[in-house]
């Protein structure tokens, strides 16, 4: 008689319709521009991811960029990242294992990052979707 040995794929619709797990982590000093992007590794692929740049409101502007490769947020592939300037958020229903975040200018925001983690292990998701189109 067969063992079937059933777990969570990227295609099983029911490992995002659960509750996620929580991932939470903030006062994260992003480098600055020029240096390596700062990464973020997730143990499971996300259900859902949100980026904040905490740098407080009324000051110096230090925006903040974030990626879902270092090359993209670098801007070495087309500048494929995104720029939340002072106390914006960045919300998504993004399956990605990894994250990038690097600062704009010369300056380091501080950011913060939110995640729900389905119960898919980060292995099934080869290369974090990079070097796909529009993703650097």
Same mark, same amino acid.
């Given at each position: 008689?067969?063992? /079937?040995? /059933?777990?969570? &794929?990227?295609? =099983? ?9 929580? /991932? ?9 521009? &020029? ?8 143990? /499971? !692929?996300?259900? #859902?991811?949100?980026?904040?740049? %905490?740098?407080? !409101? ?7 960029? #974030? ?11 087309? =500048?494929?990242?995104?720029?939340? =300037? %002072? ?18 200018? &010369? ?8 995640? @729900?983690?389905? &119960? ?6 080869? %290369? ?5 189109? @529009?993703? @650097?």
């Amino acid at each position: 008689m067969p063992t /079937y040995d /059933y777990r969570p &794929g990227l295609g =099983n619709a029911a490992a995002y319709q659960v509750s996620s797990q929580p /991932y939470l982590t903030s006062s994260l000093t992003v480098p600055a521009s &020029g240096s390596d992007p700062m990464e973020i590794s997730f143990p /499971y !692929v996300t259900k #859902f991811i949100v980026i904040t740049n %905490n740098t407080p !409101v009324g000051g110096a502007n230090i925006p903040l960029r #974030f990626g879902i490769s270092a090359a993209g947020v670098k801007g070495l592939i087309n =500048n494929n990242y995104g720029i939340l =300037n %002072n106390g914006q958020s960045f919300e998504a229903d993004f399956r990605v294992t990894k994250i990038y975040l690097m600062s704009d200018d &010369g300056n380091q925001p501080t950011a913060s990052v939110i995640a @729900g983690l389905t &119960g898919i292990d980060q292995r099934n998701l080869v %290369n974090n979707w990079s070097g796909s189109a @529009g993703v @650097g």
